[in-house]
């Protein structure tokens, strides 16, 4: 069943569009934008017709994208089809060109409107089709096709796609913000069991008191507020894939209900006493040593064992810095989706930056980073100014250290020592954020002193206070 949302103040042109859908499509009428995106938020449409000038409202104006973005922030993947008088074609490419997926000219013809629908259609298999060559990791070319450059991912890469096939549990291990949500929605996505649900649990959120209900769901009068029956994650599940994040913060009595999911592939809800049989494939991860644990007492080392059929560990960003300009890319893209901004590449001095930082947040923090500097940055291109002074501060200074035989002693001396009093400066400023005031004070200078070194150093007290 196809369903479709028209917006259109003339019920002619409604039912001409109607016309071309069958009666097991389900076809909605909006006459302004405002109670269609109403509409929208309760109901999930296939294909969005719009007229034009109902597109534009006074907070877009003649902004297309601004005017798209309302529908993409609720269903990124809708089709919109934009529509308009002949006499408007050039504002409806324009539309087409900032995202809409195609546009008709009144009068609406039926022939038209399928061949707008088929010719999406198409498209749509043809990304299908795409999609499904960059899931085939064991391709010569697979680097180019799941867009890495990294040997350690490709090898990532080709242990997933070994274990995806098979209902095997994964543990998978790796620092904070590597990404394992993304791999562990990968090996659904590849495995049998990839048009059941997908059920993320982030375990180290969810208190040690609701854990075992949040997992195994609770019978009525189970507890105290247990007012009635509640499903857990593993049931909802069923035939799918269950991703238990954190799995080290998990208490021991989980440990031991969830010992037995993975042994017998049974569970009990909290206060029940019915059997209740699962066939969910488990994917933990964690972000710390389990066997550490087990030696330490917190963590069942029989828990461990079962957990640890099929290990993947996911290297830290710094160790596949050859995917950075990929990620910029990436990000890059997904913001100017969802905004109005149209920046597309990255300066040069800020790539060389990215490939020394060390990058302690991994790809969490880079996308945090990127999203910043895009805000402030109001040119085409992102600058080194819209990025934390410190992460070009440690070049500059190292820079300025490089060891040259042609001078004196005293010139080596004095550059030396203005490069450490740079990096003190940098590091007090941005541990004050740019407030010259109390940065004096913490240097026992006078404001005056401080603003004097920072003119020397060419330091700006903006830069800081991000």
Not at 100 to 117: C, D, R, W
Not at 207 to 234: C, M, N, V, W
Not at 341 to 358: G, M, Q, R, T, W
Request: aromatic share 8%; charged share 25%; glycine share 4%.
């Amino acid at each position: 069943m196809t369903n479709v949302l028209i917006i259109t103040g003339d019920k002619q042109i409604f039912q001409a569009i109607a016309s071309c859908f069958t009666g097991q499509d389900k076809v909605t009428r909006c006459t302004e934008k405002k109670t269609a995106l109403e509409k929208l938020n309760g109901n999930r449409f296939d294909y969005i017709f719009i007229d034009l000038g109902l597109l534009l409202d006074s907070q877009s104006g003649k902004e297309y994208k601004l005017a798209l973005q309302p529908f993409w922030r609720i269903y990124p993947t809708v089709e919109i089809i934009v529509m308009s008088s002949p006499e408007g074609i050039r504002e409806a490419v324009q539309a087409v060109k900032a995202g809409a997926s195609n546009y008709l000219t009144y009068p609406i013809m039926p022939e038209e409107v399928k061949y707008v629908v088929e010719s999406i259609n198409e498209s749509q298999i043809v990304l299908s089709e795409l999609n499904y060559l960059r899931d085939q990791f064991r391709q010569s070319d697979s680097e180019n096709l799941l867009k890495t450059k990294s040997p350690t991912m490709k090898q990532v890469f080709d242990r997933i796609s070994s274990v995806a096939p098979t209902m095997s549990t994964v543990l998978l291990t790796g620092e904070t913000g590597t990404g394992k949500g993304v791999m562990a929605r990968a090996i659904h996505s590849f495995s049998k069991c990839k048009n059941a649900r997908f059920i993320s649990a982030h375990c180290g959120a969810i208190p040690d008191t609701l854990i075992e209900s949040e997992l195994f769901g609770h019978e009525k009068g189970a507890f105290t507020g247990a007012t009635r029956r509640k499903l857990g994650k593993f049931e909802i599940a069923r035939d799918g894939t269950i991703f238990l994040d954190e799995i080290a913060t998990i208490s021991f009595s989980a440990q031991i209900k969830l010992l037995q999911v993975l042994q017998d592939r049974i569970f009990q809800r909290l206060g029940g006493e019915q059997a209740i049989e699962t066939n969910t494939r488990v994917i933990a991860a964690t972000n710390m040593d389990l066997l550490d644990l087990c030696d330490a007492g917190q963590f069942r080392r029989d828990l461990y064992y079962r957990l640890n059929v099929f290990p993947i560990e996911i290297p830290a960003l710094r160790e596949r810095t050859e995917d950075i300009p990929l990620l910029v890319e990436y990000f890059l893209e997904r913001l100017n989706r969802f905004n109005a901004k149209e920046i597309h590449s990255v300066h040069p001095e800020v790539l060389n930056a990215f490939a020394e930082y060390p990058w302690p947040g991994n790809i969490r923090e880079m996308e945090n980073l990127i999203e910043r500097a895009y805000i402030i940055e109001d040119s085409s291109v992102l600058t080194p100014a819209s990025f934390p002074a410190e992460m070009f501060a440690q070049k500059r200074i190292e820079k300025s250290l490089l060891i040259n035989p042609s001078r004196s002693l005293a010139e080596m001396r004095r550059s030396g020592l203005e490069a450490l009093e740079k990096t003190y400066l940098v590091e007090l400023l941005q541990n004050n954020r740019g407030k010259v005031k109390a940065a004096a004070e913490v240097a026992k200078v006078t404001p005056r002193q401080l603003h004097n070194l920072m003119k020397k150093y060419d330091l700006h007290k903006e830069e800081f206070k991000n």
